[in-house]
Every structure is written in C-alpha cells, then in structure tokens.
C-alpha cells in the first residue's frame, strides 16, 4: 500500500498539528491530529480487507498487421478501481490502455504490428479505499493471446503456377495432363491420334488426363532462421489464393500440418499455423509447391521449375517466363 496525495496531505496535516501541539497544547492535537490519523488508519484497513481483484479479457479475433482490435476487460473488484494493461512486442496500443474501470469493464485498442502469437497482460489494477487516501496496486499475472496472421500479398499467377491451378481444379476427363507410350490394356479411347499418326506405324501415344479427385495442392513451407517471416508471408499468400480458387490445399510447416481441406475454416486454419509457425526444414513431403526462405531470398517451386516469389506479387505473370524459369534437376 501507499499513500495517494491526499494521503500525504491529509498526513501533513497531522504531522503539522501534532508540531503544533508541542507549544499549543493536546487539545490543537485532539481537534485536528486526530481526525488525520483516524482517516489515514480508516483507509489502511478498509483497503487491506477487501479481497484481490481478478480481470479477464475476451480473446480478441486474430487479424493482419496494421489492423486494430479492440481490447475488452472485465475487472471484479471491491469499490473503484483504476486497470493498466500490458501488451506484447508484437501490439501497440492505440491509445492509453491505462482505464478506469466503469460498471466493471474497460476496454482499449490495439495495432497488430508483428506476425505471431502475442500476450495481452498482465494486468496491474489499482485500488482506492473510500476516502481516496491510500492505493494499492495488484499485478495480475493472467494473460490473454492475441494472434497476429502473417502478411499476404495479392498473387498475380506465372505460367507456371497458373498451369498448377488449371490442372489442380479439374472434375473431369476433358483436361489434358501428359502423353505417355500406349500399353496393352489402355482404352482405345485415350489414344491420341493426331500424335499418333506422325510416329511409325503401329506406335501409338495415350493421353492422360487430370482424375476427377485431383482437386488439391499439398503446399510446404521451410526457411532459414532469420526468415520465418519471409516465409510464412509467401506460403499464406500461395494458400490463400488458392483456398480462393474453390481448390483444396494441404500446408506442411516446421510448425506442424494442416491436412487438405478448402473453404474459410481451412483458411483460417491455415493462417494460424503460419502465423505461430518457426523457421526450420519440414523433410521428405512430396509438395506440388515447395516455399523456401533464406538469404538469397524467398523462392517457388511449383511443376518442377523454380522462380522467385516476387514473380507472383510484381504482375509479370502474364508474360513469356520461360526464360527465367530454372528446370529443377
């Protein structure tokens, strides 16, 4: 406990009296002095049995870097009470999360700043006896996650990557996928005829076609130390694009998996893996687009061809890459 500034006035009063009673005599002592000491004794003991406070938040939704969200507590309490919230690196208050406490509650706002999860508390409330002479001040050590989601950035598909999402959304046998050498038992209606007539007599070619269940596109992510960030943002704008494109997607992170599944859950459950996801190798997981982090920078593979992330956020999707595209050995 501690005194308030009243306290120390009230305090210097009877400091004052009682010097004053030293020449005037204990009635000046009786008349102001005591009243002094009974207040100041009054708020010590009011105060230390009233029971400790206990402040609960409700879990603020998760969201991007840059936006805001709105911190709720709930402070249970004996008489008037003052509340400061603690916020992790990753939030910044918008304004001051230092709140009286009305009817119980109080409530402040946060930026999201940084990708991760980060903790709202704990929480130091402050206490006032009645005649507002003495404070205390108890740290209440619950915290609250707030989960920050990784950047994700609009992607303009290569033609590499737009050929993975063509074949990926096939439902039916219209879509061609490769051309393979006929063997007995091939359905004469798979021959493709037009290439089979200009090789040798008797030399057919069979063309494959998407199956009706390739619907789906297993996405690793991995990445150096220093680049978790990096790579999280360039997985989750991969995923997210393809979540929106109705295709079901499966996320390998050093974090952990998210096993196939499309629609806003996935999408959900999928920015949270790489929003709490480190930086590390995720081993021998067949992908059909593979993220990779470090300090050359963020690179794509995807059909076998590697390139850089940035071709799928700059716009130059569009044109001829094939130059640029690197045949994965």
Not at 146 to 167: C, D, H, K, Q, S
Not at 210 to 223: F, L, N, P, S
Not at 230 to 238: G, L, P, Q, R, Y
Request: aromatic fraction near 4%; hydrophobic fraction near 40%; include cysteine.
């Amino acid at each position: 406990m501690r005194l308030t500034r009243r306290g120390y006035a009230v305090l210097g009063v009877a400091v004052g009296a009682i010097a004053l009673a030293a020449h005037a005599g204990p009635r000046s002592l009786n008349a102001v002095a005591g009243p002094a000491v009974v207040t100041l004794a009054y708020g010590v003991v009011t105060l230390a049995r009233r029971d400790a406070p206990t402040v609960t938040r409700r879990k603020p939704a998760p969201g991007f870097p840059g936006e805001t969200r709105e911190v709720h507590l709930r402070v249970d309490a004996d008489g008037p009470c003052q509340v400061r919230d603690r916020t992790g690196d990753g939030l910044h208050p918008v304004d001051d999360a230092d709140r009286y406490v009305t009817d119980g509650e109080a409530r402040y706002t946060v930026e999201l700043l940084e990708r991760g999860e980060h903790a709202l508390g704990p929480a130091s409330v402050t206490q006032r006896d009645t005649l507002g002479v003495v404070s205390r001040e108890t740290r209440v050590q619950e915290t609250t996650p707030a989960l920050v989601y990784p950047v994700v950035e609009p992607v303009a598909p290569n033609r590499t990557f737009r050929g993975l999402v063509e074949r990926a959304g096939t439902e039916d046998r219209d879509a061609f996928d490769t051309l393979r050498e006929y063997v007995p038992g091939d359905a004469l209606r798979d021959v493709h005829w037009k290439t089979s007539a200009k090789r040798e007599p008797g030399e057919l070619v069979v063309a494959e076609f998407a199956r009706a269940d390739e619907g789906g596109v297993t996405v690793v992510a991995e990445g150096d130390a220093e680049f978790a960030d990096e790579m999280a943002s360039a997985a989750a704008s991969i995923a997210v694009y393809l979540l929106d494109a109705d295709l079901d997607v499966e996320l390998h992170a050093p974090g952990g998996r998210v096993r196939d599944g499309r629609g806003e859950q996935q999408r959900d459950d999928v920015l949270e893996l790489l929003a709490r996801t480190p930086a590390g190798r995720v081993g021998d997981v067949e992908a059909d687009v593979r993220v990779r982090a470090d300090a050359s920078g963020v690179e794509v593979t995807a059909n076998g061809r590697r390139f850089p992330f940035s071709e799928l956020t700059d716009g130059v999707g569009a044109a001829d890459d094939a130059q640029r595209q690197e045949v994965v050995a």
